[in-house]
Each structure stands twice: as C-alpha cells, then as structure tokens.
C-alpha cells in the first residue's frame, strides 16, 4: 500500500461520509431556514423554538433515508474489503 491508495481509501471515506450525511443536513437545514423565516415575520425571537424541529425532521428523515444511507455505507466497506483481498 503506497500513498495513492491511502489517499484514494480517505476520498472515498470522506465521499461516502458526505453522501449518507446528506439527507439529514439537507432536513435540518431546510427546517431552520423556515423557522428563521417565520421567527423573522412574527419577531418571536425564542432561541430554543428551532431545536424541536430540526431534531424531529433529522430524525424523520434519517429513519425514511435509512436504506439509502445502509447501500452507501455497504458499497464503501464492499469496496474497501474488495481492495484488501485484492492487495490494493
């Protein structure tokens, strides 16, 4: 295993951590753009008022998501495993 190979395993890692995080970032950060939205319009300025929802969508989300999240996850360690028993 040389540098190329490291390198091309901590891409790959980083990618697929990016990809299976993505839905539930994408939720939560949609939810706090609309509570932001609303706080702004009624000028209710409660700070703990965007906790509840953002952490009821991500978790939505992630359980809905949960099958895409488990292929991405199974197609790294495939990948990575594949690359072990090949010798890199």
Known sequence: ???????????SAIWTII??????????MA???VIALLQA????QEI???FIPKIIATLL?????APFIGTVIYAFAEQLYGRIQNGF
Request: glycine share 2%; charged share 5%; hydrophobic share 60%.
């Open 1 to 11: 295993m040389n540098q190329a190979d490291a390198l091309d395993i901590v891409q």
């Open 19 to 28: 990809v299976a995080s993505s839905p539930a970032v994408v939720a939560a």
């Open 31 to 33: 939810v706090g753009i």
């Open 41 to 44: 319009l009624t000028q209710v």
């Open 48 to 50: 703990t008022l965007t």
């Open 61 to 65: 989300v992630t359980s809905l998501m």
